[in-house]
């Protein structure tokens, strides 16, 4: 039996647009370094306060999207 590899995918060019959301997404704040996931069950902020998600509301940012990376843990090819 092989084992799978993972790799983690870097998605920034999708900042701007309808963030992703799933079980293998995440939200990195590159100022403090937290990383969120991306459909959380309770509202969740990074230690600086520059990214969240909003459960209630549905929605994700960040203040400052320069310092926003969105990942994606991935099968690799």
Known sequence: MSKKKL?????????????????WTFYQCVN?????????????????GNVSVDVDAGRAGARDEQLLRVLHIAQAD
């Open 7 to 23: 790799v983690i995918k870097d998605l920034n060019h999708l900042i701007g647009a309808t963030l992703p959301v799933s079980n």
């Open 32 to 48: 403090c370094w937290s990383i969120l996931r991306s459909n959380p069950v309770d509202n969740e902020y990074c230690v600086c």
